[in-house]
């Protein structure tokens, strides 16, 4: 079965940084692009980032490139979002998901809340 | 691509047949997802380029469409399904979603 399960969420200043991780089992890692979906609360979902199978390729919605870093350890079975310089319009429940590109988000994880507030 | 869904919200009962829209702002030949949503939960994958019905999903929910315009249909309405749904198109970054459809029990 596959299971990913997010961590890393929590409350934030405005300016600051905060990294989230994914755990992923019950498939290769390795054989699969990843994803990082947003959705604010009471709102809709919003797509992050992608990464390819060896993080060789990686892309981002305007609103955080360069801001944000999408990264991998595919032996550790892990998925990455290095948040920085985080604003107020940043909180959301920020979910990671399997991605194909024939089929899109395959799967998603239970979601991890980020809360950017002074 | 911009992704407009309606109707946003939608009330129906046990056993009817329920339609919603998704238009591109272009064509997105099928590239296009549909998902359900409960509150408080991840969503959930349904359709995949336009009209593949995902493995498990229920024969009930069905897609059409090509280009800009597309449907989701669920042709009797169950008490599971009353949830918000989304699209999505993925020919092209940035990956973009409508913004949903409610569909509530009238």
Known sequence: EVQLVESGGGLVQPGGSLRLSCAASGFTLSSYWMSW?????GKGLEWVAN????????????????RFTISRDNAKNSLYLQMNSL??????IYYCARYSG???FLNWGQGTLVTVSS | IQMTQSPSTLSASVGDRVTITCRASQSISSWLAWYQQKPG???????????????????????SGSGTEFTLTISSLQPDDFATYYCHQYISYPITFGGGT???IK
């Open chain 1, 37 to 41: 979906v947003r959705q604010a609360l």
């Open chain 1, 51 to 66: 990464i390819k199978e060896d993080g060789s390729e990686k892309h981002y919605v305007d609103s955080v490139k360069g």
């Open chain 1, 87 to 92: 604003r107020a319009e940043d909180t959301a």
């Open chain 1, 102 to 104: 024939e089929s899109s």
């Open chain 2, 41 to 63: 939960k991840a969503p959930q994958f349904l359709i995949y380029k336009a009209s593949s019905l995902q493995s498990g999903v229920p024969s009930r929910f069905s897609g």
């Open chain 2, 102 to 104: 409610k569909v509530e």
